[in-house]
Structure formats: C-alpha cells, structure tokens
C-alpha cells in the first residue's frame, strides 16, 4: 500500500505565497507519474498540476499557470508545490495523488491540505 502524506498548507493573504509537499511511503513503483489536485467547498475536484517520473512536460490548470510550479525528487519521493501569487478563488483542500504510468486514473491519494487565502 502506499501512503501520500501532504503539508504546508495554511493560512495566507492574497499575493502571498505557499509551499506545498508530498511525500510518498510505502509500497514503491518504478515510475509513477505524481499530482496536485484542489476541492474548494461546493465545487468538483480539479486538477491543477502534474508532473512525470522524469521530471518532463509538467502541467498545469489555466487558472493556475504562471503562478504554481510543480516538482519532484524522486530520491525523496516526493512532490512540491510553489503557490505564488495567491489569490481568494485558491481557496481549497489541496491533494497529492500518484498513478502508475500506464494507468488513466490516479491510484493514491492523500488525505489533503487546507490552503485558505483571505483577501
């Protein structure tokens, strides 16, 4: 089984910045391909970013790009997320999740973050 554990979330104001990580434990795949997803109160869950075993072609949500950057070590197994620029509407449970590369879906999933950007 594996075990996604976030942190870093938190209270900040609009324009702020915040560092999100994941850290992965437990059963280990070869590659796996890691992201970031959001659930503000009342809204669907959204992607915002991801990122693949290799470190390439990272993706992000348009409501989130030029702002967020995402990253991973995979000697630490884990993933970041640089939340700059914040703004009132990132206001969410913020989540890690990981798949294997031949899966569509994510597998794991972590318990959340709480980020809140007051204005």
């Known amino acids: 089984q594996v075990q996604l554990v976030e942190s870093g979330g938190g209270l900040v104001q609009a324009g702020g910045s915040l560092r999100l990580s994941c850290a992965a434990s437990?059963?280990?795949?070869?590659?796996?391909?890691m992201a970031w997803f959001r659930q503000a109160p009342g809204k669907e869950r959204e992607a915002v970013a991801g990122?693949?075993?290799?470190?390439?072609?990272?993706w992000y949500a348009d409501s989130v790009k030029g702002r967020f950057t995402i990253s991973r070590d995979n000697a630490k197994n884990t993933v970041n997320l640089q939340m700059s620029t914040l703004k009132p509407e990132d206001t969410a449970v913020y989540y890690c999740?990981?798949?294997?590369?031949?899966?569509?879906?994510?597998?794991?999933w972590g318990q959340g973050t709480q980020v809140t950007v007051s204005s």
């Open positions: 999740a990981i798949r294997r590369p031949e899966q569509s879906r994510y597998e794991y």
């Open positions: 437990g059963r280990t795949f070869s590659s796996y391909a």
């Open positions: 990122i693949r075993w290799s470190g390439a072609y990272p």
